[in-house]
């Protein structure tokens, strides 16, 4: 892809994340999220954008398999605008939490989507990297369940089976999708050292240790958000239960 066709297809994805934002802000809001409308549409718009790219990222690998085996130079025009797409959305994102949430309050986020748009930017103007960029999106996978998981909570569904069955899958896709797929292209960054430019192994190995701590830290809210709470309430109800029955 050129750059007036990179530049095109950003630009694109910035609005079409825009109208998809203001078309859920047309339909009927759960009555215990109508508080906080602003993240409801927000966390609905990043579920569809990681519904798309997680399925496009898959595909990419599907369709042209032989990026799996050089991640620097072979990639296609499909996962080219893949890259180029997710950048839009990222844009996106970040300048919607400018406008509409205090920085105070979304400054990891901010600071997450800055490195994203970096690194991704790189890929598709050098167009190096994409493959390895791609990789990154199979994160989306896990994406998908855990936007649905904040989805469910704000439509005060946090009790309901469906909520933790899909507790359960997030757990599963976020180590599968996540925690390997970071730790396969640290490992994938540092055996192909010799390889990359310093500047891009430089930008690569921050962005990959800023991305694994944030998501180390975010496995450990989920933990004891959905199992280590949940168990810690049944304890609490079968000893409520023994007093009753003394």
């Known amino acids: 892809m050129e750059l007036n066709s990179v530049i095109l297809t950003t630009g694109s994805s910035v609005g079409f994340f825009k109208l998809v934002n203001y078309g859920l802000g047309k339909l009927p809001l759960p ?11 927000n966390i609905s718009t990043s579920f569809v954008h990681s519904l798309i790219t997680g399925v496009w990222s898959v595909l990419c690998f599907c369709m042209h398999p032989q990026m799996a085996e050089d991640l620097i130079e072979t990639h296609s025009v499909f996962s080219h605008a893949l890259v180029s797409v997710s950048i ?7 300048l919607d939490m400018v406008i509409n949430q205090k920085i105070g309050n979304s400054w990891e986020l901010l600071f997450h989507h800055v490195v994203v748009i970096t690194c991704f930017g790189i890929s598709v103007l050098t167009c190096r990297y994409v493959g390895f960029a791609v990789v990154a999106l199979l994160v989306e996978i896990n994406s998908v369940f855990l936007h649905l998981r904040q989805v469910l909570r704000m ?12 507790s359960m899958i997030n757990l599963g896709t976020y180590v599968v999708f996540r925690i390997n797929t970071l730790a396969w292209m640290t490992r994938w960054l540092v055996l192909n050292r010799d390889l990359i430019p310093l500047f891009s192994y430089t930008i690569g190995s921050v962005g990959l240790a800023i991305m694994t701590a944030m998501n180390i830290v975010l496995f450990y809210r989920l933990m004891r958000s959905d199992f280590m709470k949940a168990s810690r309430e049944k304890e609490l109800r079968k000893e409520r239960e023994k007093e009753k029955d003394m």
Do not use: Q
């Open 155 to 166: 439509a005060n569904l946090a009790k309901s089976t469906f909520y933790r069955v899909n």
């Open 88 to 94: 839009g959305y990222f844009i996106y994102d970040f």
């Open 31 to 41: 009555e215990t999220a109508r508080r906080n409308a602003w993240k409801w549409k």
